[in-house]
C-alpha cells in the first residue's frame, strides 16, 4: 500500500505540474490579449491589431495542449483516487461540474471565435469574443481552485450517515475565505507568467532588429503589467495567504519556515538549510521579529513552532516544502527588482536600447513557471499528510483495488507522451515566433511584417 501511495501521489503530481504549465499562461495573456483588442478598436491602429492576433494564435496553442493535458487528471481521480473520490465525490462534483459546463464551454466556444472569427464577426463583437475568453479562463480557475481551498481549509460540507461527504451550503462552499485569497494570488501569479512572456518575446524582437513597433509594444506592455502583478503577488495577496496559513495551518507555516520551536519576537529565515533530525536551521540568515509581523500583524506575536505539535501531523517532507517556499519567495523578490529595472528604464526611453536588460527579460521567461511550480508545491505538501485537512488522511484516499505496478507503468507512459507533446508544444510556439506578427491586408489575407 505504502508503494501505491507513493507512485500515485508522484503520478498526480507530475501530471498536474505539467497540465499546470499551461493554464497559467492562457490566464495570464487572456486580458492582455483583450488589452491590445481595446486599443485597437478604440484607435484603429493595426500595431494593436496584429499583436493581439499573433497572442490568440500562441494562447491557442497553449490552450489546445492544456486541453489534453488536463484529460488524465480526471481519470486519476476514479483511478488512483477512487476512495478519494467515494468520499467526496458528492463535494467536489459541484465544482469540478461547473468548471467544466460553465467556465470551459465558454472558454473553449469564445477561443474559435477569437482566433479564426474577426472577419465574420466584426470589430466589436471580435473584442466581445475575446472577453468571453478571458472570463471563461478565469471562471475555470476560480471552480479548480475551490476544489482545491475546500482541500486546504474545509467548508460548507456536512456528513452523511455511510460516513461521505455532502455538500450543506453551496454560499460557504463556493466563498470559501480561503478560495477568494487563493484565487487572487494564483491569478495575480498567471499574469505575471503572461507579461513575462509577452516581455520576453519583445526582447527577442529587439535584440534581433526585428518587428521593431510590436517588440517595443511587447516590452513596455509586459513590463507595465509585470511589475503591477510581480507586486500584487506579493502583497497584499500573497501577505493575505500567508496569514490564512498562520491562522488555519499554523503547522503548515512553521515546516515552511523551518521554525521548530514555538515563541515570540519569531525572525524569518531567508537562507538556510533545514536539519529536521537535529530540529534547527544550518547556516542560516534571517531577519529578527519579521515572521511575528508578517504572520500575524505584530512584532511580538507568538508563533507556533513544528514541537507544538504531534510529529505525526508534521508535514511528511518538511526539507522540500521549505525549498519550494523559499525559492517561490526568492524568485517573487527578483521578479519585483528586475521589472522595477525594467519599468524606469522605460519611462526614461532606454528600455529598447538596454542590451543587458534585453537580455535579461528574454531569458527570464522560464522563471515564473518555476516559481509557481513552487507555489503549489508550497501549498500540496505543507497540506500533508491530510488529504482534505483534518478531515481525510492522504492515505485514505487512495485506491485499494490498483498496485503500484500499475500506477507505475501508466507514469512512465505519461512521461513519454508528455515529453512528445512538449517537444509539439515548443515547436508550433517557436514557428509562430519566428513568422512573427501578422497584418491583415486589402484582400483579407495574414501579410508578415518584416519590419
Given at each position: 500500500?505504502?508503494?501505491?501511495?507513493?507512485?500515485?501521489?508522484?503520478?498526480?503530481?507530475?501530471?498536474?505540474?505539467?497540465?499546470?504549465?499551461?493554464?497559467?499562461?492562457?490566464?495570464?495573456?487572456?486580458?492582455?490579449?483583450?488589452?491590445?483588442?481595446?486599443?485597437?478598436?478604440?484607435?484603429?491602429?493595426?500595431?494593436?491589431?496584429?499583436?493581439?492576433?499573433?497572442?490568440?494564435?500562441?494562447?491557442?496553442?497553449?490552450?489546445?495542449?492544456?486541453?489534453?493535458?488536463?484529460?488524465?487528471?480526471?481519470?486519476?481521480?476514479?483511478?488512483?483516487?477512487?476512495?478519494?473520490?467515494?468520499?467526496?465525490?458528492?463535494?467536489?462534483?459541484?465544482?469540478?461540474?461547473?468548471?467544466?459546463?460553465?467556465?470551459?464551454?465558454?472558454?473553449?466556444?469564445?477561443?474559435?471565435?477569437?482566433?479564426?472569427?474577426?472577419?465574420?464577426?466584426?470589430?466589436?463583437?471580435?473584442?466581445?469574443?475575446?472577453?468571453?475568453?478571458?472570463?471563461?479562463?478565469?471562471?475555470?480557475?476560480?471552480?479548480?481552485?475551490?476544489?482545491?481551498?475546500?482541500?486546504?481549509?474545509?467548508?460548507?460540507?456536512?456528513?452523511?450517515?455511510?460516513?461521505?461527504?455532502?455538500?450543506?451550503?453551496?454560499?460557504?462552499?463556493?466563498?470559501n475565505p480561503w478560495a477568494l485569497?487563493?484565487?487572487?494570488?494564483?491569478?495575480?501569479?498567471?499574469?505575471?507568467?503572461?507579461?513575462?512572456?509577452?516581455?520576453?518575446?519583445?526582447a527577442l524582437y529587439a535584440l534581433?532588429?526585428?518587428?521593431?513597433?510590436?517588440?517595443?509594444?511587447?516590452?513596455?506592455?509586459?513590463?507595465?503589467?509585470?511589475?503591477?502583478?510581480?507586486?500584487?503577488?506579493?502583497?497584499?495577496?500573497?501577505?493575505?495567504?500567508?496569514?490564512?496559513?498562520?491562522?488555519?495551518?499554523?503547522?503548515?507555516?512553521?515546516?515552511?519556515?523551518?521554525?521548530?520551536?514555538?515563541?515570540?519576537?519569531?525572525?524569518?529565515?531567508?537562507?538556510?538549510?533545514?536539519?529536521?533530525?537535529?530540529?534547527?536551521?544550518?547556516?542560516?540568515?534571517?531577519?529578527?521579529?519579521?515572521?511575528?509581523?508578517?504572520?500575524?500583524?505584530?512584532?511580538?506575536?507568538?508563533?507556533?513552532?513544528?514541537d507544538d505539535f504531534p510529529k505525526?501531523?508534521?508535514?511528511?517532507?518538511?526539507?522540500?516544502?521549505?525549498?519550494?517556499?523559499?525559492?517561490?519567495?526568492?524568485?517573487?523578490?527578483?521578479?519585483?527588482?528586475?521589472?522595477?529595472?525594467?519599468?524606469?528604464?522605460?519611462?526614461?526611453?532606454?528600455?529598447?536600447?538596454?542590451?543587458?536588460?534585453?537580455?535579461?527579460?528574454?531569458?527570464?521567461?522560464?522563471?515564473?513557471?518555476?516559481?509557481?511550480?513552487?507555489?503549489?508545491?508550497?501549498?500540496?505538501?505543507?497540506?500533508?499528510?491530510?488529504?482534505?485537512?483534518?478531515?481525510?488522511?492522504?492515505?485514505?484516499?487512495?485506491?485499494?483495488?490498483?498496485?503500484?505496478?500499475?500506477?507505475?507503468?501508466?507514469?512512465?507512459?505519461?512521461?513519454?507522451?508528455?515529453?512528445?507533446?512538449?517537444?509539439?508544444?515548443?515547436?508550433?510556439?517557436?514557428?509562430?515566433?519566428?513568422?512573427?506578427?501578422?497584418?491583415?491586408?486589402?484582400?483579407?489575407?495574414?501579410?508578415?511584417?518584416?519590419?
Amino acid at each position: 500500500m505504502e508503494d501505491t501511495i507513493f507512485w500515485s501521489r508522484l503520478q498526480f503530481g507530475f501530471t498536474i505540474t505539467y497540465h499546470y504549465l499551461f493554464p497559467q499562461l492562457t490566464m495570464g495573456l487572456a486580458w492582455i490579449i483583450v488589452y491590445f483588442k481595446w486599443k485597437h478598436l478604440r484607435t484603429g491602429r493595426e500595431l494593436f491589431g496584429d499583436a493581439a492576433r499573433f497572442w490568440a494564435r500562441i494562447f491557442g496553442i497553449n490552450f489546445a495542449v492544456g486541453v489534453v493535458t488536463g484529460i488524465p487528471m480526471e481519470f486519476q481521480f476514479g483511478t488512483n483516487w477512487a476512495d478519494f473520490t467515494k468520499f467526496s465525490g458528492n463535494l467536489i462534483g459541484q465544482t469540478l461540474a461547473m468548471e467544466g459546463m460553465f467556465a470551459f464551454f465558454l472558454e473553449s466556444a469564445m477561443i474559435g471565435a477569437m482566433v479564426w472569427g474577426e472577419k465574420r464577426l466584426g470589430p466589436r463583437n471580435h473584442f466581445l469574443a475575446t472577453i468571453g475568453v478571458a472570463l471563461g479562463s478565469w471562471l475555470s480557475g476560480y471552480f479548480i481552485l475551490v476544489t482545491n481551498a475546500f482541500m486546504q481549509h474545509p467548508t460548507g460540507y456536512a456528513t452523511t450517515a455511510g460516513g461521505a461527504l455532502q455538500l450543506r451550503s453551496l454560499t460557504e462552499f463556493l466563498l470559501n475565505p480561503w478560495a477568494l485569497i487563493m484565487f487572487l494570488h494564483n491569478q495575480c501569479a498567471a499574469l505575471v507568467t503572461g507579461s513575462f512572456v509577452v516581455a520576453a518575446v519583445g526582447a527577442l524582437y529587439a535584440l534581433r532588429g526585428k518587428h521593431a513597433e510590436q517588440a517595443s509594444l511587447f516590452l513596455k506592455t509586459g513590463t507595465l503589467v509585470g511589475l503591477i502583478a510581480c507586486v500584487l503577488v506579493a502583497f497584499p495577496t500573497g501577505d493575505q495567504q500567508a496569514k490564512m496559513v498562520a491562522r488555519h495551518q499554523p503547522v503548515s507555516l512553521a515546516a515552511m519556515e523551518g521554525h521548530f520551536h514555538g515563541g515570540t519576537n519569531v525572525a524569518l529565515n531567508f537562507i538556510g538549510q533545514p536539519n529536521v533530525a537535529e530540529e534547527r536551521i544550518d547556516n542560516r540568515l534571517y531577519m529578527p521579529y519579521a515572521l511575528s509581523f508578517l504572520a500575524f500583524g505584530h512584532l511580538h506575536a507568538q508563533v507556533q513552532g513544528l514541537d507544538d505539535f504531534p510529529k505525526d501531523e508534521w508535514p511528511t517532507n518538511i526539507e522540500l516544502l521549505y525549498y519550494a517556499f523559499h525559492i517561490m519567495a526568492g524568485l517573487g523578490t527578483l521578479f519585483i527588482l528586475l521589472m522595477g529595472i525594467a519599468n524606469f528604464q522605460r519611462w526614461r526611453g532606454k528600455l529598447e536600447t538596454s542590451r543587458g536588460l534585453l537580455w535579461a527579460l528574454m531569458l527570464a521567461f522560464p522563471f515564473p513557471y518555476i516559481a509557481t511550480t513552487a507555489g503549489w508545491m508550497t501549498a500540496e505538501l505543507g497540506r500533508q499528510p491530510w488529504l482534505i485537512f483534518h478531515v481525510l488522511l492522504t492515505g485514505q484516499g487512495v485506491s485499494e483495488v490498483v498496485s503500484g505496478g500499475n500506477v507505475l507503468f501508466t507514469l512512465i507512459g505519461f512521461t513519454g507522451l508528455y515529453f512528445v507533446l512538449g517537444v509539439l508544444f515548443l515547436f508550433l510556439v517557436a514557428r509562430e515566433i519566428a513568422h512573427g506578427p501578422q497584418s491583415i491586408s486589402a484582400n483579407g489575407k495574414l501579410e508578415v511584417s518584416h519590419d
